[in-house]
C-alpha cells in the first residue's frame, strides 16, 4: 500500500529533455509505466529518484528494421528475440519492428503465428511484427484485411531475391499494394532490380570476380534505383503510399525524391551502414565481412544521405540489425555470392547517429528524435504511446551522458556478433539508462532489466 502511495514511481530529475520539437531542462514523473509529469522543477515522492544533470533524455529509439533469427544462405542470423532486444536496449532502443519469414506453401497467418512464438516472452523490448510477402497467391493476399484488422498493419515485399524464392514480380507488387492500400495498411519494399542484380551478379560469377567488392558491382546504385522508380511509379497510380526500406545511394535518394516531387507519398528510410561506411570495405582483409544488401556504396552516396536527413527528406533511420558471427562470414571462404549477407547494428545506431550526426554537427538534436523516434512512431502508428516525451505517453526514455567520450568495441556490446563494422570508431558519449513503460532496463550502459517482458504492439 505505502508504495501506491507515493506519487511517482520514478522521477528523473535535471535532465535536458530533447524531442523533435526541441529541448529544455525539466523533470520527468513517471506512474504505472506512463510519463505522468514534465515540470521544469517537479517536488513530490517518489520510489525511485535518476539525477540526469548534465545529461540528456530522450524517447527511446524505435528501429523500424530488424532480423532477429532469420535464415539466410544455410544459416541463421546470430541474435535471436533475447539476445537482440537485450543488445537493442543497452543501445537506448526501446522498441523495434521485425518481419515474418514465410514459407513457400505458408499462408501469411501461419508465418506471422510462427514469428510470434519465437518473440513472446523472449523478446526484452516492446516489438511490432512486419508480415513479409514472399509467396504471393491471391488466396493469401485474401488473408491481408484480417491481419490489418488484428493490428498488423504493415508488409513488406522484395523486387529481388528470386533465386531465394522471395521475389514478387511488379505484377504481384502492384496487387499487394493495392490490396494494403485499399484496406489501410503500409507497404515496405527492398528497391533493387532483379533482372540488373541477377546480370551482373552472373557476369562476376561465371568471370571468377569472386572478391567482397563485386558484392557492390552487382547489387549497384542503379538497380536500387530504378526499382525505386518503378516502384514509385505503380504507387503513384494506385494513390497509395509506400515506404522504402534501407535506401542506400544517391542515385536512389534521386528517384524516391523525384517521385515525391510528383506527388507521390514515398517514405525512405536509411540505415548508419550506409551513412558512416563505404565500398572501401570491402578492400579490407576482412571485406567479406561488410558484405550486406543493398552493399556499402562511396562517400558521395554517403553524404547524399546526410544531406537528405539533415534536410527531412529521409523519414526514419533503421538498422536492418542481421548480425553473423565471423564464423558464419567465413562460411562462404571469402567469396561475395556465398557470404552471408547482413550487419549487426540494434545496439550502435544511437551512438552512431548521436556522434557523426549531433556531436558532428550534421544534424540537430530534435531531428535525431524526430528519425530515430517521432516520424517512425508516426509511420507505424505508435503515437499514442510512443516516440515522444509527454505525459500520457510510455515512458520509454533514454539517457544519453554526452560528457564521457567512449569508443565501439565488440567485446563491449550485448549481441551474439563476435565482431562490429564500427569497431574502434569514437563515440561522443553512452547510454547511461534506457527504461521501457517506466521500468529500468539499463543501467550504465548494462543490463539490469527482467527479460522477455517486451509487449507485442498491435496498430
Ligand atoms: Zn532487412
Redesign the pocket.
Known amino acids: 500500500m505505502a508504495d501506491s502511495l507515493q506519487q511517482f514511481d520514478l522521477l528523473i530529475r535535471n535532465g535536458q529533455m530533447v524531442t523533435a520539437y526541441g529541448e529544455r531542462r525539466a523533470d520527468i514523473g513517471v506512474k504505472d509505466g506512463k510519463i505522468v509529469a514534465i515540470e521544469s522543477d517537479l517536488g513530490g515522492e517518489a520510489r525511485r529518484v535518476i539525477d540526469a544533470a548534465g545529461w540528456l533524455v530522450l524517447p527511446g529509439v524505435i528501429d523500424p528494421?530488424?532480423?532477429m533469427g532469420i535464415p539466410i544462405k544455410d544459416t541463421t542470423s546470430a541474435d535471436d528475440f533475447a539476445s537482440g532486444s537485450e543488445a537493442a536496449a543497452c543501445g537506448g532502443v526501446t522498441t523495434i519492428f521485425d518481419?515474418t519469414v514465410q514459407e513457400k506453401g505458408q499462408s501469411l497467418k501461419e508465418a506471422l503465428e510462427v514469428r510470434l512464438q519465437k518473440a513472446r516472452d523472449r523478446c526484452s523490448v516492446d516489438y511490432g511484427i512486419h508480415v513479409n510477402v514472399t509467396d504471393a497467391p491471391e488466396r493469401w493476399l485474401e488473408q491481408i484485411p484480417e491481419l490489418i484488422a488484428a493490428g498488423f498493419r504493415s508488409f513488406?515485399v522484395f523486387s529481388t531475391y528470386r533465386e531465394a524464392g522471395m521475389m514478387v514480380t511488379w505484377e504481384q507488387f502492384r496487387r499487394i499494394l493495392q490490396q494494403v492500400h485499399a484496406h489501410g495498411g503500409l507497404l515496405l519494399l527492398?528497391a533493387e532490380d532483379n533482372a540488373l542484380v541477377e546480370s551482373q551478379t552472373a557476369a562476376n560469377v561465371n568471370a571468377g570476380r569472386l572478391a567482397p567488392i563485386y558484392h557492390a558491382r552487382s547489387r549497384t546504385a542503379e538497380a536500387e534505383a530504378k526499382a525505386v522508380k518503378q516502384a514509385a511509379e505503380i504507387a503513384g497510380e494506385l494513390g497509395a503510399r509506400l515506404y522504402i526500406?534501407?535506401l542506400s545511394s544517391r542515385a536512389g535518394l534521386e528517384a524516391g525524391l523525384r517521385a515525391r516531387e510528383q506527388g507521390v507519398d514515398i517514405l525512405l528510410e536509411t540505415c548508419p551502414q550506409y551513412l558512416l561506411l563505404d565500398e572501401s570495405k570491402y578492400r579490407q582483409p576482412n571485406g567479406h565481412y561488410f558484405i550486406t544488401?543493398p552493399p556499402l556504396r562511396t562517400r558521395d552516396d554517403a553524404e547524399a544521405l546526410w544531406q537528405a536527413l539533415r534536410d527531412g527528406h529521409i523519414d526514419t533511420v533503421?538498422t536492418?540489425h542481421?548480425p553473423f558471427t565471423r564464423a558464419q562470414k567465413e562460411s562462404g571462404s571469402g567469396k561475395f555470392h556465398l557470404t552471408p549477407n547482413?550487419l549487426p547494428g540494434v545496439e550502435t545506431l544511437l551512438p552512431l547517429l548521436y556522434t557523426y550526426g549531433v556531436a558532428e554537427g550534421r544534424i540537430a538534436l530534435p531531428r535525431l528524435v524526430q528519425v530515430l523516434a517521432k516520424r517512425t512512431a508516426e509511420i507505424f502508428g505508435l503515437t499514442d504511446r510512443k516516440g515522444d516525451i509527454r505525459v500520457g505517453a510510455d515512458a520509454d526514455l533514454v539517457i544519453w551522458n554526452p560528457n564521457e567520450e567512449t569508443a565501439i568495441a565488440a567485446e563491449n556490446l550485448h549481441g551474439q556478433a563476435d565482431w562490429s563494422p564500427y569497431e574502434g570508431m569514437r563515440i561522443a558519449g553512452r547510454v547511461e539508462y534506457t527504461l521501457l513503460r517506466g521500468q529500468v532496463l539499463v543501467e550504465q550502459g548494462e543490463f539490469v532489466g527482467e527479460r522477455g517482458k517486451g509487449e507485442l504492439l498491435r496498430r
Do not use: A, E, N, S
Request: net charge neutral.
Open positions: 528494421h530488424t532480423h518481419f513488406k527492398h526500406v534501407h544488401t533503421g536492418d542481421c547482413g
